[in-house]
Protein backbone atom coordinates (compact mmCIF):
# COMPACT_ATOMS: atom_id res chain seq x y z
CA UNK A 1 0.00 0.00 0.00
CA UNK A 2 1.03 3.45 -1.04
CA UNK A 3 2.34 6.12 1.55
CA UNK A 4 1.30 9.44 1.55
CA UNK A 5 4.83 10.86 -0.32
CA UNK A 6 4.54 7.66 -2.82
CA UNK A 7 0.57 9.33 -3.73
CA UNK A 8 2.02 12.47 -3.85
CA UNK A 9 4.95 12.03 -6.54
CA UNK A 10 1.83 10.24 -8.50
CA UNK A 11 -0.20 13.63 -8.31
CA UNK A 12 2.55 15.40 -9.43
CA UNK A 13 3.46 12.96 -12.51
CA UNK A 14 2.32 14.32 -15.48
CA UNK A 15 3.31 11.10 -17.15
CA UNK A 16 0.15 10.11 -15.76
CA UNK A 17 -3.45 10.62 -17.47
CA UNK A 18 -5.46 13.00 -14.93
CA UNK A 19 -7.98 10.45 -13.98
CA UNK A 20 -5.00 9.01 -12.26
CA UNK A 21 -3.55 11.53 -10.49
CA UNK A 22 -7.18 12.64 -9.19
CA UNK A 23 -7.75 9.46 -7.79
CA UNK A 24 -3.97 9.64 -6.05
CA UNK A 25 -4.89 12.66 -4.54
CA UNK A 26 -8.14 11.36 -3.03
CA UNK A 27 -5.89 8.28 -1.71
CA UNK A 28 -4.01 10.47 -0.01
CA UNK A 29 -7.10 11.45 2.56
CA UNK A 30 -6.76 7.84 3.86
CA UNK A 31 -3.59 8.98 5.06
CA UNK A 32 -3.81 12.71 6.20
CA UNK A 33 -7.47 13.97 6.50
CA UNK A 34 -7.71 16.84 9.26
CA UNK A 35 -11.72 17.12 8.71
CA UNK A 36 -12.43 13.55 8.01
CA UNK A 37 -12.10 12.10 4.40
CA UNK A 38 -15.52 13.60 2.90
CA UNK A 39 -15.23 17.17 4.36
CA UNK A 40 -11.49 17.47 3.25
CA UNK A 41 -12.11 16.40 0.11
CA UNK A 42 -15.13 18.94 -0.31
CA UNK A 43 -12.49 21.58 1.14
CA UNK A 44 -9.75 20.63 -0.93
CA UNK A 45 -12.12 20.63 -4.08
CA UNK A 46 -14.04 23.95 -3.35
CA UNK A 47 -10.53 25.86 -2.79
CA UNK A 48 -8.82 24.61 -6.06
CA UNK A 49 -11.90 25.10 -7.89
CA UNK A 50 -12.75 22.12 -9.21
CA UNK A 51 -15.95 19.60 -8.72
CA UNK A 52 -16.35 17.17 -7.04
CA UNK A 53 -17.06 14.42 -9.68
CA UNK A 54 -15.39 15.76 -11.64
CA UNK A 55 -13.05 12.67 -13.05
CA UNK A 56 -10.70 15.13 -15.17
CA UNK A 57 -9.66 18.46 -13.73
CA UNK A 58 -7.49 21.07 -14.35
CA UNK A 59 -3.80 19.07 -12.76
CA UNK A 60 -3.31 22.59 -12.51
CA UNK A 61 -6.10 23.02 -9.73
CA UNK A 62 -4.84 19.26 -8.37
CA UNK A 63 -1.41 20.24 -7.93
CA UNK A 64 -2.91 23.38 -5.79
CA UNK A 65 -4.81 21.42 -3.69
CA UNK A 66 -1.99 18.93 -3.11
CA UNK A 67 0.23 22.01 -1.95
CA UNK A 68 -2.54 22.68 0.09
CA UNK A 69 -2.38 19.70 2.02
CA UNK A 70 1.14 18.56 1.86
CA UNK A 71 1.53 22.21 3.80
CA UNK A 72 -1.36 21.31 6.81
CA UNK A 73 0.69 17.75 6.98
CA UNK A 74 4.13 19.11 6.93
CA UNK A 75 2.92 21.59 10.13
CA UNK A 76 1.09 18.25 11.51
CA UNK A 77 3.98 16.17 11.50
CA UNK A 78 6.37 18.86 13.15
CA UNK A 79 3.25 19.14 16.27
CA UNK A 80 3.27 15.50 16.75
CA UNK A 81 7.44 15.36 17.01
CA UNK A 82 7.18 18.54 19.56
CA UNK A 83 4.89 16.48 21.53
CA UNK A 84 6.35 13.43 21.51
CA UNK A 85 9.21 15.32 22.74
CA UNK A 86 7.82 17.08 24.96
CA UNK A 87 6.13 13.52 26.57
CA UNK A 88 9.25 12.32 26.69
CA UNK A 89 10.74 14.95 28.98
CA UNK A 90 7.30 14.41 31.23
CA UNK A 91 8.05 10.98 31.55
CA UNK A 92 11.20 11.25 32.80
CA UNK A 93 10.02 13.93 35.52
CA UNK A 94 7.52 11.35 36.87
CA UNK A 95 4.86 13.38 35.23
CA UNK A 96 2.89 10.49 34.01
CA UNK A 97 -0.73 11.68 34.02
CA UNK A 98 -2.45 12.51 30.64
CA UNK A 99 -3.67 15.67 30.20
CA UNK A 100 -6.64 16.98 27.90
CA UNK A 101 -4.21 17.69 25.42
CA UNK A 102 -2.52 14.34 25.44
CA UNK A 103 -6.13 12.84 25.19
CA UNK A 104 -7.15 15.51 22.29
CA UNK A 105 -3.45 14.10 20.46
CA UNK A 106 -4.68 10.75 21.22
CA UNK A 107 -7.30 10.92 19.27
CA UNK A 108 -6.07 12.42 16.26
CA UNK A 109 -2.84 10.57 16.07
CA UNK A 110 -2.03 10.00 12.63
CA UNK A 111 -3.69 12.78 11.44
CA UNK A 112 -7.33 11.77 10.67
CA UNK A 113 -10.02 13.80 12.24
CA UNK A 114 -7.87 16.60 13.42
CA UNK A 115 -10.44 19.29 13.65
CA UNK A 116 -13.41 17.39 12.76
CA UNK A 117 -16.57 18.80 11.07
CA UNK A 118 -20.24 18.21 11.55
CA UNK A 119 -21.42 18.05 7.96
CA UNK A 120 -18.60 17.16 4.73
CA UNK A 121 -20.30 20.56 3.24
CA UNK A 122 -19.45 22.59 5.65
CA UNK A 123 -15.95 23.74 6.88
CA UNK A 124 -13.33 26.39 7.27
CA UNK A 125 -12.45 28.70 4.54
CA UNK A 126 -9.26 29.02 5.80
CA UNK A 127 -6.62 27.08 4.46
CA UNK A 128 -6.03 23.65 6.28
CA UNK A 129 -2.69 25.16 7.66
CA UNK A 130 -3.88 28.13 9.35
CA UNK A 131 -6.98 25.74 10.56
CA UNK A 132 -4.55 23.35 12.13
CA UNK A 133 -2.60 26.19 13.46
CA UNK A 134 -5.66 27.78 15.43
CA UNK A 135 -6.78 24.72 16.97
CA UNK A 136 -3.25 23.36 18.24
CA UNK A 137 -2.48 27.15 19.60
CA UNK A 138 -5.90 26.73 21.59
CA UNK A 139 -4.87 23.11 22.90
CA UNK A 140 -1.81 23.85 24.34
CA UNK A 141 -3.04 27.49 26.13
CA UNK A 142 -4.60 24.98 28.46
CA UNK A 143 -7.43 28.00 28.86
CA UNK A 144 -11.10 27.44 28.43
CA UNK A 145 -12.79 29.81 26.14
CA UNK A 146 -15.97 30.96 25.23
CA UNK A 147 -15.64 31.38 21.25
CA UNK A 148 -14.45 28.71 18.43
CA UNK A 149 -11.01 28.27 18.51
CA UNK A 150 -10.88 28.40 14.82
CA UNK A 151 -13.02 31.41 13.73
CA UNK A 152 -13.78 33.04 17.29
CA UNK A 153 -17.85 32.28 16.61
CA UNK A 154 -19.63 32.13 20.24
CA UNK A 155 -22.27 29.67 18.81
CA UNK A 156 -22.06 25.97 19.21
CA UNK A 157 -24.87 23.38 18.72
CA UNK A 158 -24.64 19.78 19.77
CA UNK A 159 -24.13 17.04 17.49
CA UNK A 160 -24.99 13.35 19.24
CA UNK A 161 -23.52 10.38 18.25
CA UNK A 162 -21.87 7.27 19.46
CA UNK A 163 -19.77 7.38 22.38
CA UNK A 164 -15.96 8.18 20.92
CA UNK A 165 -16.93 8.95 17.11
CA UNK A 166 -14.92 12.37 16.41
CA UNK A 167 -18.20 13.45 14.96
CA UNK A 168 -19.68 14.40 18.41
CA UNK A 169 -19.52 17.07 20.69
CA UNK A 170 -20.10 21.17 20.42
CA UNK A 171 -19.90 22.15 16.45
CA UNK A 172 -19.39 25.59 15.52
CA UNK A 173 -22.47 27.24 14.16
CA UNK A 174 -20.20 29.44 11.63
CA UNK A 175 -17.71 27.28 10.47
CA UNK A 176 -19.03 24.20 11.41
CA UNK A 177 -16.30 22.38 13.75
CA UNK A 178 -16.45 20.47 16.12
CA UNK A 179 -14.35 21.75 19.52
CA UNK A 180 -13.19 19.82 21.70
CA UNK A 181 -15.00 20.07 24.93
CA UNK A 182 -11.90 20.75 26.70
CA UNK A 183 -10.73 23.88 25.14
CA UNK A 184 -14.28 25.71 25.80
CA UNK A 185 -15.77 26.81 29.25
CA UNK A 186 -18.68 25.30 31.06
CA UNK A 187 -21.16 27.81 30.09
CA UNK A 188 -20.32 27.37 26.21
CA UNK A 189 -20.63 23.63 26.94
CA UNK A 190 -23.96 23.93 28.50
CA UNK A 191 -25.59 26.31 25.72
CA UNK A 192 -24.12 23.88 22.95
CA UNK A 193 -25.77 20.72 24.73
CA UNK A 194 -29.37 23.23 25.01
CA UNK A 195 -29.12 23.32 20.29
CA UNK A 196 -29.17 19.88 19.48
CA UNK A 197 -27.63 18.92 15.93
CA UNK A 198 -30.74 18.93 14.40
CA UNK A 199 -31.87 21.97 15.71
CA UNK A 200 -28.58 23.96 15.23
CA UNK A 201 -29.09 22.75 11.27
CA UNK A 202 -32.41 24.35 10.93
CA UNK A 203 -31.28 27.24 12.79
CA UNK A 204 -27.99 27.88 10.73
Known amino acids: MAGFRALAEQVRNPRLVTVRRRTALRKC ?15 LCTRAGFALQDRDPDPARLMAALAELEEARALWLAYEEEFAARRRREKHHGIRQPSALDEWHRRTWGGYDIVP ?17 RMI ?3 EAGRPRRDCPVCGGTRFAWVPGPDGCPATGPACRECGVLAPASVLTPEALHTAAGMPGAQ ?4 A
Do not use: I
Not at 30 to 43: D, L, Q, V
Not at 117 to 133: D, G, K, N
Open 29 to 43: LERFAPYGHRATWHH
Open 117 to 133: CASPQRHPAARLSEVLR
Open 137 to 139: AAM
Open 200 to 203: AAAA
